[in-house]
């Protein structure tokens, strides 16, 4: 069973910047990112990383956004950068674990990240 545990929500101001945290138990990680879902909305993918580093993002994010991890902790990191309102919503963690040939998906409980003045 593989937990991940999130950190570094909170309420910014526009502009502002906020750094969110996911560190995973386990091992045979493989992709890991962040989804967002605002009131209202449907979950959307924010980035990803896979194990050999290679990056996706949101086009809505592209250019303040950066995805990182640390492997050897099993850890990803999203920086957010110049945040805006639209910024706003509850941000999961997930992590692709891989058992024998198939892939799981596992999540995070969530932290909130609020943009607002």
């Known amino acids: 069973q593989v937990q991940l545990v999130e950190s570094g929500g909170g309420l910014v101001q526009p502009g502002g910047s906020l750094r969110l945290s996911c560190a995973a138990s386990?091992?045979?990680?493989?992709?890991m990112g962040w989804y967002r879902q605002a009131p209202g909305k449907e979950r959307e993918l924010v980035a990803a990383i896979t194990s050999g580093f290679s990056t996706n993002y949101a086009d809505s994010v592209k250019g303040r956004f950066t995805i990182s991890r640390d492997n050897a902790k099993n850890t990803v990191y999203l920086q957010m950068n110049s945040l805006k309102p639209d910024d706003t919503a509850v941000y999961y963690c997930y992590a692709e674990v891989a058992v024998i040939t198939l892939l799981y998906d596992y999540w995070g409980q969530g932290t909130q990240v609020t943009v607002s003045s």
């Open positions: 386990g091992s045979s990680i493989r992709t």
